[in-house]
């Protein structure tokens, strides 16, 4: 293990020791890094889930460009409230939901999501009213406290019957079950929820923003580079290194995130050792395929 490499976070300076191709795949998985500008976010949701059960619950309309964080925003609170596995006296607790609006046109289509995400068996067997309990019974026993409906402005591009009909769905699972709800969608969001004047009026509003080259990214920036297991320090918080940033990715986080991270792969491959403003360059149009072809030896093993 390294024993340098004070610009790492002390779990990824072991990753150093990693043969090249593996500190490359390392790169690019998945990572979501909590921010300054989503604490505010975090914060109200936190409010709506450990406050006490409302018989008028309230809910959260989170807005933003695609790639602005909505997604791993989600992943995140599924992980910030993780279930509990079930006990001699207790079962199973599943304290958040999360289903995805794309297509759900009618109420069935969201309440078969929700039993099929809740893990009960043959969930399309369920018609009408037994469906309907099914999710009420289900999401009690379970002790849900919190449901995330995401790409919520799909609602707008059905018909007004439809609209109305997975709006009401909303407002009904709020009123019968007393919890707060997440929906997660584009900026046309909150034209969705406004749609209907008593949701709108038990919802809150708040959207991720545009990055720009400031000290919030370079808060942002500080903990990315941390975590890319590089020989070397990039500087990655430099004004210059910023502005380019924010050009490549017009200020869009999941693209920040990306080419920092592809860029981290190239820096591996060229024996850089350290993200430079070529490799960004270079990362912003092209992501580094080699990093994920198989190793040939193992194919022709």
């Not at 602005?68 to 989600?74: I, V």
């Not at 893990?119 to 009213?129: I, N, Q």
């Not at 297991?229 to 490549?248: A, D, I, N, Y």
Request: hydrophobic share 45%.
């Amino acid at each position: 293990m390294s024993t340098q490499a004070s610009h790492l976070a002390p779990p990824v300076r072991a990753d150093l020791d990693l043969a090249p191709a593996l500190r490359a795949r390392r790169m690019l998985a998945e990572r979501f890094l909590p921010h300054e500008r989503l604490q505010a976010v975090i914060d109200y949701v936190d409010f709506l889930f450990y406050r006490p059960m409302q018989t008028r619950a309230s809910g959260l309309v989170v807005s933003g460009r695609p790639g602005a964080g909505k997604s791993m925003l989600a992943k995140c609170l599924l992980k910030r409230y993780p279930q509990e596995q079930a006990t001699d006296t207790q079962p199973i607790s599943l304290p958040v939901l999360s289903i995805e609006m794309t297509g759900a046109r009618e109420a069935k289509t969201l309440y078969n999501r929700m039993l099929a995400n809740l893990g009960v068996p043959d969930a399309m067997g369920y018609v009408g009213a037994d469906r309907e309990r099914m999710v009420l019974k289900v999401c009690r026993a379970v002790r849900v406290r919190m449901l995330i409906l995401d790409e919520i402005q799909d609602v707008l591009t059905s018909t007004a019957r439809q609209q109305r009909i997975a709006l009401d769905t909303i407002k009904y699972l709020m009123n019968e079950l007393q919890i707060p709800i997440i929906t997660l969608g584009t900026s046309a969001a909150p034209d969705a929820m406004q749609l209907d004047e008593h949701l709108n009026a038990r919802f809150a509003y708040r959207s991720l923003p545009q990055w720009e080259a400031d000290a919030f990214l370079t808060s942002f920036l500080s903990a990315l580079e941390s975590s890319l297991p590089l020989h070397q320090p990039s500087g990655l918080t430099s004004l210059e290194t910023r502005k380019l940033l924010v050009k490549l990715s017009g200020g869009v986080l999941d693209k920040i995130v990306k080419t920092v991270c592809y860029a981290g792969a190239y820096a591996v491959e060229t024996g850089e050792e350290r993200i430079t403003a070529a490799l960004l360059q270079r990362a912003a149009v092209q992501p580094p395929a080699w990093a994920v072809l198989p190793d040939p030896v193992q194919v022709a093993a």
